[in-house]
């Protein structure tokens, strides 16, 4: 829901940034490789309950998250470029929860698969939008230039960062982060189903 928004907010900073890394003969996809490490670097701090240096290492991890994109439009996108993206993105939403479970198995290893599953769902009917979006030849550029085909919702990256946030800073709010994260992204998944009976039935 705040992508959009939040693209046109970040954007000019992350060109000016990319267009350094680029001079400097940095490629894409070390970005994207540089953004995965990160963002499990931050899963292990948080599940050491080392909350804080969670919480800086996700900003990082989604720094190089929005830079990766950008350097790609300097050097030239590839496919799969954008399919690492797609596919480490993935990797990351899986191991913050995946952190916090670790960190309090008893409080949170319920909230935590309940958001897991909804990822899980989510992810599947996004890829699979994608595919059929591509199969009809569909375009959108309601979240900027990308490999897929991107579809809004109620729970997007720009949201999915602040409940990260959020959890990282309030670690004893988890499960209610959780749950409540959970239900948005439920949502978005049922919203998306619709569209695509709408638009694929």
């Known amino acids: 829901m705040l992508d959009g928004w939040a693209h046109r907010k970040i954007d000019p900073g992350l060109s ?11 490629r894409a996809n070390a970005v994207t490789y540089a953004g ?6 931050a899963a292990a701090a948080i599940a050491f309950q080392a909350y804080w240096a969670g919480f800086a290492l996700i900003l990082a991890s989604r720094l190089c ?16 470029g954008g399919y690492l993206d797609i596919v ?15 960190a309090d198995p008893g409080a949170n290893a319920i909230a935590g698969a309940v958001l897991l599953l909804a990822f899980y769902v989510n992810g599947a009917s996004f890829l699979a939008y994608a595919i059929m979006a591509e199969k009809h030849r569909l375009k ?6 990308k490999s897929l ?20 800073l309030l670690p004893s709010w988890f499960p209610v982060l959780a749950y409540g994260f959970a239900v948005l992204t ?16």
């Open 16 to 26: 000016a940034m990319a267009a350094q890394l680029a001079a400097a003969g940095v």
């Open 36 to 41: 995965l490490v990160l963002g499990l670097a």
């Open 65 to 80: 998250d929005g830079l990766d994109g950008a350097v790609a439009r300097i050097h030239g996108k590839t496919d799969f």
């Open 88 to 102: 480490l993105d993935f990797a990351f939403y899986g191991a913050v929860p995946l952190g916090f479970i670790i």
């Open 140 to 145: 959108s550029d309601a979240r900027g230039e």
């Open 149 to 168: 085909f991107f579809t809004t919702g109620l729970a997007e990256a720009s949201e999915t960062l602040a409940v990260f946030v959020a959890m990282c």
């Open 186 to 201: 439920a949502y978005t998944t049922v919203s998306r189903i619709v569209l695509a009976g709408r638009r694929f039935g």
